[in-house]
């Protein structure tokens, strides 16, 4: 009974894998219909944007925390809140009514600490499950990927409470066993493609600051999961001038979309609280509800 069950579920995922690979396909592409008024974008194509946030992300982001690692609240030698680093008009800034505030209106003990467990080793985090099929069609393809340690586990959560204590304090038991980075629409098409064909997982990636459990890997499931992180398909692919509409690829992040298109003096008009961190394409699959 168990076999038929496996048999059954692989069936259905490959199913379903199947059906995803046609949405994606060449011919889930549209021309759009507006002509006149479009401009085309001065960018050369595939993920040349340059973004401000790193393609393996825990070269600049806290590893177990939200932000960026040189940007954090401190209390300095003279027992004053201070914000450190370069990065935000706070930068460098002595707060002195900071600490009496925060004890006054929510009670908080500033001088209690509860240090985080020291960041893990490779070894320390699970050891991939491979299918070699699969690893070796992606090898030929020549799509960038990655199994170091470090990059899988970066991939495993997002920012909710939980995954952030489990960071700090505990350890995550099934993380993705590889992390690929399309470059291009194609790419994407072939990823799909190769997962249908030989039975492996996939949890696509945008900026990593969901608060919904949707990175977090099924402790249970024994196929080899992929985090497709869609970072550097980043392009803006045209802009209308005449109907202010915009097409661009769903890993551009915000604070890449919103400063390509204040150069040329437009806006997306939307500004979630994780604009920094956060990609389009997860503002989309989530009505920015994270």
């Known amino acids: 009974v168990n076999m038929a069950e496996h048999r059954g579920k692989a069936s259905m995922s490959s ?14 592409r549209r021309e759009s219909p507006r002509q006149g008024g479009k401009v085309e974008v001065e960018m050369r194509q595939c993920s040349e944007v340059k973004s401000a946030i790193s393609k393996h992300r825990q ?59 020291p960041e893990r080793r490779p070894e320390d985090v699970p050891d ?14 020549g799509i ?8 899988r586990e970066f991939h495993a959560h997002g920012n909710n409470l939980e995954e952030v204590f489990t960071l700090r304090e505990g350890t ?3 993380v993705p066993d590889i992390v690929i980075w399309p470059a291009c629409h194609d790419d994407v098409v072939k990823i799909v493609g190769l997962a249908a064909k030989h039975n492996v997982c996939i949890i696509p990636y945008g900026g990593g600051t969901t608060v919904s459990g949707a990175l977090q890997c099924p402790e249970e499931e024994k196929r080899m999961i992929v985090s ?35 150069a040329r003096g437009f806006t997306s008009g939307h500004e979630p609280d994780s604009i920094e961190f956060s990609s389009l394409g997860g503002w989309v699959a989530t009505r920015s509800s994270g």
Request: proline share 5%; glycine share 10%; with cysteine.
């Open 172 to 174: 995550f038991k099934r």
């Open 128 to 141: 991939p499950i491979t299918n070699e099929g699969f690893l070796k069609d992606v090898s030929e393809l």
């Open 59 to 117: 070269e600049v982001l806290k590893w177990n925390g939200w932000g960026y690692k040189d940007s954090k609240f401190i209390i300095n030698k003279k027992g004053l809140a201070e914000f450190v680093g370069e990065r935000y008009r706070l930068s460098g800034l002595v707060l002195p009514a900071l600490i009496p505030w925060m004890e006054k209106n929510t009670g908080a003990d500033l001088h209690h600490t509860s240090p985080a467990q």
């Open 144 to 151: 960038s990927h990655s199994q170091d340690p470090y990059d």
């Open 15 to 28: 199913r379903r894998l199947e059906t995803i690979s046609g949405h994606v396909g060449p011919d889930s």
């Open 228 to 262: 497709l992180d869609m970072s550097q398909m980043n392009n803006i692919l045209w802009l209308d001038e005449k109907n202010l509409t915009m097409c661009a690829e769903g890993g551009i992040i915000g604070q890449d979309l919103e400063r390509e298109l204040n």
